[in-house]
């Protein structure tokens, strides 16, 4: 039986020719999106008794940085929607049924930026907002946004927020065409979604806190070191392993471009010490970097698989060392770009376009780089962790 990632790498080709249809229409193509579907890949984090595999994360990184390798957007989904069956395995029975009972391989989107405002009603409550970035929104049955509990006259309560994420069926929530106008990763059409007063019952949200600290984890899927590991792991490797196959597909197209390349001034790339010196380091660095986020997932796996609980510091450093795996990378790609000259800013070659999805992607919240570097260095030197560092 073939892998989720030997199924991706066995339609590289059928992906990369679906990339330019997909970003022209600002969404995945339906033949991408049946590839992925095929794959597997969706279930790699899903329970195994909602019809998932439950396999190590490895695995699903694995996966997603096969397709973004070939397709970057489809790659981008791949990592932001497939990790979401790994949270919905530890929400109530009763979801997990109406989104997986049927179909395995249902899509939720999200985001979980906590934009949208929720009233306390009999039975749950009414959420109200508009969220940017609802990543493969256009295929997906539902939706997981981000959302502060307010007082039931719509007042603020007094003391930290209460942030809970509130899942929504399709029917309920408003997909805002003509809202993803953006420079790169155009194919992933991460529109904006909106409601008002939409009706969400209590046991279709819960608590963000406990999500993070592994409480619901704990409670109902006891002994289970997938889903111990916490959101604060899973997530940022999760854009990890997406920014990481872009960069992959990026270096490949580079080879492709330098073995034709000859300058203005004569200069024949695969010639050429400068240029190859850069894809040397270039190939080395994503090595470094691939082999960095599968070791530090897989440590904490086998940490949690002894039946050890992941640690504030810990997270903390999985987190620098995540965010230095793409930060690594795309600084090592970038004086290639610029190798690469004024031709390589033309469409034709394909070149820019991979090279403005790596800019894109590197600009999600988990990748950026002072948010996590200065905080585990106030740590290491006896500094408590800022809040909001840590989700």
Same mark, same amino acid.
């Given at each position: 039986?073939?892998?989720p990632?030997?199924?991706i790498?066995?339609?590289?080709?059928t992906l990369r020719e679906?990339a330019?249809?997909?970003?022209r229409?600002g969404?995945?193509?339906?033949r991408?999106?049946d590839?992925?579907r095929?794959?597997?890949?969706?279930?790699?984090l899903l329970?195994r008794?909602?019809g998932?595999?439950?396999e190590?994360?490895? @695995?699903?990184?694995?996966?997603?940085?096969?397709?973004?390798?070939?397709?970057?957007?489809?790659?981008?989904?791949?990592g932001v929607v497939?990790v979401?069956p790994? #949270?919905?395995s530890?929400?109530?029975?009763?979801?997990?049924q #109406?989104?997986y009972?049927?179909?395995?391989?249902?899509?939720?989107?999200?985001?979980?930026?906590?934009?949208?405002?929720?009233?306390?009603?009999?039975?749950?409550?009414?959420?109200?907002?508009?969220?940017?970035y609802s990543?493969g929104?256009?295929?997906?049955?539902?939706v997981i946004?981000?959302?502060?509990?307010i007082?039931?006259?719509g007042?603020?309560? #007094?003391?930290?927020?209460?942030?809970?994420h509130?899942?929504?069926p399709r029917?309920?929530?408003?997909?805002v065409d003509g809202?993803?106008?953006?420079m790169g990763?155009?194919?992933?059409?991460?529109k904006n979604v909106r409601?008002?007063?939409?009706f969400?019952?209590?046991?279709?949200?819960v608590?963000?806190?406990?999500?993070?600290e592994?409480?619901?984890? @704990?409670?109902?899927?006891?002994?289970?070191?997938?889903?111990?590991?916490?959101?604060?792991?899973?997530f940022?490797?999760?854009?990890a392993?997406?920014t990481?196959?872009?960069a992959?597909g990026?270096?490949?197209?580079?080879r492709?471009?330098?073995?034709?390349?000859?300058?203005?001034?004569?200069?024949?790339?695969k010639s050429?010490?400068?240029?190859?010196t850069a894809l040397?380091?270039a @190939?080395?660095?994503?090595?470094?970097?691939?082999? $960095?986020?599968?070791?530090?997932?897989? @440590?904490?796996?086998d940490?949690v698989?002894?039946r050890n609980k992941?640690t504030?510091?810990?997270r903390?450093?999985?987190?620098?060392?995540?965010v230095?795996?793409?930060?690594?990378?795309?600084e090592t790609l970038?004086p290639l770009a610029?190798?690469a000259?004024s031709?390589?800013i033309q469409?034709?070659n394909?070149?820019?376009?991979?090279?403005?999805?790596?800019?894109?992607?590197?600009? $999600?919240?988990?990748?950026?780089?002072?948010?996590?570097?200065?905080?585990w260095g106030?740590?290491?030197?006896?500094g408590?962790?800022?809040p909001?560092t840590?989700?």
């Open positions: 039986m073939k892998t990632t030997q199924h790498l066995e339609a590289a080709h679906d330019i249809p997909g970003d229409q969404n995945l193509t339906q991408t999106v590839i992925l095929a794959s597997g890949g969706f279930r790699l329970a008794d909602l998932g595999y439950e190590h994360p490895n @695995e699903f990184l694995n996966w997603a940085m096969a397709v973004g390798a070939q397709q970057p957007s489809a790659g981008w989904i791949a497939g979401h790994w #949270e919905i530890f929400m109530h029975p009763r979801l997990q #109406e989104i009972g049927e179909d395995p391989d249902t899509w939720a989107a999200s985001p979980y930026a906590p934009f949208g405002r929720a009233r306390p009603v009999d039975g749950g409550f009414l959420l109200t907002g508009e969220w940017p990543t929104t256009d295929y997906s049955q539902w946004l981000g959302g502060v509990v007082n039931a006259d007042s603020t309560p #007094e003391g930290p927020p209460d942030v809970r509130f899942v929504l029917g309920d929530y408003e997909i809202s993803w106008n953006v990763l155009k194919g992933t059409g991460s409601m008002t007063d939409a969400v019952p209590d046991y279709r949200v608590e963000s806190s406990k999500v993070n592994g409480v619901y984890a @704990e409670e109902r899927r006891p002994g289970s070191p997938l889903y111990a590991l916490g959101f604060g792991v899973m940022p490797a999760a854009i392993a997406g990481l196959g872009i992959g990026y270096l490949r197209e580079q492709s471009y330098m073995a034709g390349r000859i300058s203005v001034m004569g200069k024949v790339a050429d010490p400068a240029y190859l040397a380091v @190939e080395s660095d994503l090595a470094a970097s691939r082999c $960095h986020l599968l070791h530090i997932t897989g @440590e904490l796996y940490y698989k002894a992941v504030p510091e810990q903390l450093r999985f987190r620098l060392d995540q230095r795996a793409t930060d690594r990378v795309y970038a610029r190798l000259g031709a390589g469409e034709a394909g070149l820019e376009r991979w090279w403005r999805d790596l800019h894109t992607a590197i600009t $999600h919240v988990c990748n950026v780089r002072n948010d996590i570097y200065f905080p106030l740590h290491s030197f006896g408590d962790i800022p909001g840590l989700y």
